[in-house]
């Protein structure tokens, strides 16, 4: 299998149910992308412009200042301390890192990839494009032996799923049995909203109470499309394992993947402030305290959801059902059966809209019910 092989683009099935909720009186809400839409920090864009007199090719490998900083916040903000800047790589986003991974790996037909059951699409997408086998598959104990390469997604899109450290220790300690590299997708790490994570990031693969001592086989991806609103900028990195850092690093110069000098110098101006982050957090917070009670209220249950950027919604019926019901009303979500055939009953409801559209949308789910 390959690139031929893949399905259409899925959110062009969705375009009916857009065009539906858009003939709403009060306007679509839309609420099935997460895609930010607050501002990027004025001290990010200052830093973009500063550096854009960017006349050389950038670096494959980042920035010393971009190095440091990746190691300094991890340090700070995700209890790892002890990286180096052999341990860190910055990319172009973390999408074309997980579509690519695979590849880069050196996988291929007859090597298998593991992602979770509801799960960001683009982990059977890179699986395909190598000629790997995708696998769903979320206990540890059921890896199967002849994996080379396993996904897990702390806390998770759609689900909010959110990995303790002795589940981490667990699929460390199963990945290693096996010999598959673990990666762990922490995009939504800092956005933590029940129980422990409502005040501390969720803990990485790379955090020493799971490596044991060793980052041998691991990754940690990060992005900072959410944290700082730099989504259009495609900044993100990966970190751990040195070895295999070293491998993506050379492979990457052949393929010219390199995130662009002006993006490499903002980047580490927003790994410095976390201040930011609180405050888009503040916000996110904000709207979920209004979506959330909003969201059951209309009779839907919210599984999961402890973290991130979604609402893991189930009315109990077929999702395409639901999504024609909240269409009607203006919103429209995204279906769960985009995140794996085991969710047909689920939609994926995003925080990433302006307080006075989820506040809309809010209050047409409630009176939908008068």
């Excluded at 032996?145 to 460390?172: H, Q, Y």
């Excluded at 029940?194 to 803990?203: E, I, L, T």
């Excluded at 959330?292 to 395409?320: C, H, I, K, N």
Aim: net charge negative; charged share 20%; hydrophobic share 45%.
């Amino acid at each position: 299998m390959g690139v031929r092989d893949l399905a259409d683009y899925p959110w062009d099935s969705v375009v009916p149910f857009r065009e539906r909720a858009a003939a709403h009186p009060g306007g679509l809400v839309d609420l099935s992308i997460g895609s930010p839409v607050d501002p990027t920090p004025a001290s990010i864009r200052a830093a973009l412009a500063e550096a854009t007199d960017a006349h050389a090719y950038p670096q494959t490998v980042g920035t010393p200042a971009l190095r440091e900083a990746i190691v300094d916040w991890y340090a700070r903000r995700r209890g790892v301390p002890g990286l180096t800047t052999a341990n860190t790589l910055p990319t172009i986003g973390s999408k074309e890192l997980v579509a690519l991974l695979p590849t880069l790996l050196g996988l291929g037909p007859g090597d298998v990839v593991v992602h979770p059951r509801a799960a960001y699409p683009t982990y059977e997408v890179g699986a395909r494009v190598a000629g790997a086998e995708p696998l769903a598959e979320d206990d540890p104990a059921r890896w199967p032996s002849g994996a080379k390469l396993i996904w897990i997604n702390t806390p998770g899109n759609p689900d909010g799923r959110t990995w303790t450290i002795d589940e981490l220790r667990a699929a460390v300690v199963r990945a290693r049995e096996i010999g598959a590299v673990l990666a762990s997708d922490e995009c939504y790490a800092e956005l933590g909203w029940d129980g422990p994570w409502a005040s501390d990031p969720v803990p990485s693969v790379l955090d020493p109470r799971v490596t044991e001592g060793s980052r041998e086989g691991l990754l940690s991806v990060y992005s900072l499309s959410k944290q700082s609103n730099l989504a259009g900028y495609r900044a993100a990195f990966v970190a751990g394992c040195a070895r295999i850092v070293a491998d993506l690093l050379a492979a990457r110069k052949h393929l010219g993947l390199m995130p662009p000098a002006p993006v490499q110098h903002a980047m580490a101006v927003a790994l410095g402030d976390d201040a930011h982050v609180e405050a888009q957090k503040a916000l996110y917070r904000a709207r979920r305290d209004v979506l959330l009670p909003a969201v059951q209220a209309a009779g839907f249950r919210v599984d999961r959801s402890e973290a991130g950027l979604y609402l893991w919604a189930t009315e109990g019926r077929d999702a395409w059902e639901s999504m024609g019901r909240l269409a009607d009303l203006g919103i429209l979500a995204g279906p769960g059966v985009f995140y794996g055939a085991h969710f047909p009953q689920h939609v994926r409801l995003s925080l990433t809209a302006t307080d006075e559209r989820v506040a809309a949308a809010a209050e047409r789910l409630r009176a939908s019910l008068s």
